[in-house]
């Protein structure tokens, strides 16, 4: 199975700061990678796909990047709705994989 | 816009068969890929697998002696069954569909529904 970790597990952040989360595989996975953010207590909202495509409706603060083995999540002027928690997941190879989650909370 | 919704009983006790049922509306059962995930307490995710909409299925290794899944097209349904359950598959379970043609990745959820397994 192709691991995924993921950095920093939580962070804080202010409004109006860059955030970035990272998201790690543990083989080649080109850009097989998506971005998810789940808020409490609601299902996961699908917010890139392939690494830096943009989903209809995401915030265009919101942007990804990387290939291969390394890829990021970038917020940028982050904003009080953005708390929540995010993932990244692997479209590579079949099992599907995860990571752990980066829990991001808003000052 | 496509809605998904879960049901089932939310309490299954161990070495009994979890059986989930997600009804989709407001769209088709074809051209799609049609997944189960399930969420633990502690908020890591676990792919179970999917089906097709013609029927073909792909189950995680880890569980595949244990799982099945089916689809109903003509009532736009489909269903997980887990069999000898453990309280270790205590999780909320989710049914999702990726973009058309799309087996990676998970545009539109189903709220989610809490399984517990206990006695």
């Known amino acids: 199975d192709i691991q995924m970790t993921q950095s920093p597990s939580s962070l804080s952040a202010s409004v109006g700061d860059r955030v970035i989360i990272s998201c790690r595989a543990s083989?080649?996975?080109?850009?097989?990678l998506n971005w998810y953010q789940q808020k409490s207590g609601k299902a996961p909202r699908f917010l890139i796909l392939?690494?830096?495509t943009l989903q209809n409706g995401v915030p265009s603060r919101f942007s990804g990047g990387g290939s291969g083995t390394e890829f990021t999540l970038t917020i940028n002027n982050v904003q009080l709705e953005d708390d929540g928690f995010y993932f990244c997941q692997q479209g590579h190879s079949t099992p599907i994989t995860f990571g752990q989650g980066t829990r991001l909370d808003i000052k | 816009q496509v809605q998904l919704q879960e049901s089932g009983p939310g309490l299954v006790r161990p070495s009994e068969t979890l059986s989930l049922t997600c009804n989709v509306s407001?769209?088709?059962?074809?051209?799609?890929?049609w997944s189960w995930i399930r969420q633990f307490p502690g908020k890591g995710l676990e792919w179970i697998g999917y089906?097709?909409?013609?029927?073909?299925?792909n189950y995680n290794p880890s569980l595949k002696s244990r799982v099945t899944f089916s689809i109903d097209r003509s009532s736009n349904q489909f269903s997980l069954k887990l069999h000898s359950v453990t309280a270790a598959d205590t999780a909320v379970y989710y049914c999702?569909?990726?973009?058309?043609?799309?087996?990676?990745?998970?545009?539109?959820w189903g709220q989610g529904f809490p399984v517990t397994v206990s006695s």
């Open positions: 089906i097709y909409f013609s029927g073909s299925t």
């Open positions: 999702v569909r990726g973009p058309k043609y799309s087996w990676n990745a998970y545009d539109s």
């Open positions: 407001g769209g088709p059962i074809s051209p799609y890929y």
């Open positions: 083989q080649n996975i080109n850009s097989y």
């Open positions: 392939s690494a830096s």
